[in-house]
Structure formats: C-alpha cells, structure tokens
C-alpha cells in the first residue's frame, strides 16, 4: 500500500481509470472486474469492446478466445451463444471460476447498479470497424446511460469519426501511442474531446498542448504514481492503471 506522505496529492477532480476493469485483482473485461473496482473505491473503468460474427458488441480485449477463456477460435466466427458456456475467470484464478465473457449490455446495467463510468476502448481487430460502431452506437440506443458518464476511445481514428456521425452526445477519444504530426487535424476531423497517449511517450509540453486544444489529456498504461507526477501541473486529466488503488491512496 503507498503511504509516503512526501508524494504529492492528485489535484482535486483528477479520473483513476482502471485498465481492463481492474486487469491486476480479477479476470479483464468481465463484470466481476467491475465488482472488485468498485469495491475499491474507483469510479471509472476502461474496458475493451470487441465485435463478434453475429453483431454482438462484448467485452473482449483480443481477436481470438485462447488468452482469456477456455475456449478457442477467433472472434469472427463466434455467436454470443458459444461463449455464454466458456469460462473467462479460471485462467486468473480459480476464485473466478465460471465467470463469463460479458456482453456490452451487461456491462452498462453492471455499471448502472455499481455506480461506475467507462471509457469504452474499441478494438477494431479486422476490417469491421463500420459494424463494431453501429453495434455500439444501438447499445446506447437502448440504455439510459447518461452520455456524461462514457467516453468512447480507438486507434483507429477513423471509427470515432463514424461515431460522431452516428451518435454525437457521446465524448469521443483519439488513442495515440505518441503523439503524431498531424494529431490537431485528427481532433477537428472527429471532434474529439479527449487524448490518450502512451505514458512513456508524452511530456509536459504534449500535455499543455492537449489541453491548450480544448481536450481532456489522459495516459495509459502507468502503474507507478510518481512516473507522471510532473504531468498533473501540465493539466493531466487522469491515468489508466492496472493498479488503481497505488493512486486513490494519495
């Protein structure tokens, strides 16, 4: 537990996001991730939103089930019904035996009973950008989710440009591993209201920049308070952690 009272505090209003729901304490992108987050005091979680053959929206950080089931086989060629009898908790740990692959749906009702707001990562693992977007887009169709309380982010640039096109009242993200020559033309292009880049790759003068531009300013994935404690006085909005509670204990 961090206890050092030289470190200095988060600036009031600063977002702990807890990478893949919680990925170090329970199985990523699953309900019982958002269980533990929440009962560890975070408000925010980033979950990963993948597409399967039939149109289903789940949360899913990779294009095939080997990593974190115990099934088999890519995405693309799974129905929502193969997966409801795979296991997505015994690979973590045997606490988490029986936990399922969660569809985007459960997870928003999930989040709704636990009082928990998502940054919803889209991961475009093919060339199914187009239908991962409008699945998305009729999930917030059919729930009540206040908008405030999602932002949508994705490598593919692209992708947030189509969802503005479809569904403009949810905030929308431009993932970067480094920040690139051209990203201000990136933000207008999709209006986007948030940046996500790569804590090793960003400095104070990138986020002074971010913000100067009328963006939220957010870096993934850092574990370690004090690698981004020069970037909070810049206007850092907040971090994506494996270990969020190393930075709610400040």
Known sequence: MINDSTR????P????????????NA???????????AQGGVTWVEVDVSLL???TAVLFHDDTLDRCTDGSGR?????????ERLDAGRW?????AGERVPTLAQAIA???????????????HKHESEALVRSVVRVFEDSRFPPERIFVSCLDHASIELLHDLHPPVPRGLLFGGLTRCWQRAVERCRATSIIVDHQRVGVAEIADIRAVGCDAYVYTVNEPTRVDALWGAGLTGVITDQPLNFLAR
């Open 8 to 11: 200095p505090h988060l600036p």
């Open 13 to 24: 209003g600063s977002r702990v996001i807890a990478h893949r729901g919680g990925a170090a």
């Open 27 to 37: 199985p990523e992108n699953t309900l019982a991730a958002l269980r533990e987050a």
């Open 53 to 55: 053959g039939d149109g």
């Open 75 to 83: 995405l693309v060629d799974c129905a929502f019904a193969d997966l």
């Open 92 to 96: 973590f740990a045997a606490d988490f």
């Open 110 to 124: 999930e989040a709704e009973e636990l009082g928990l707001s998502f940054n919803l990562e889209l991961k475009v």
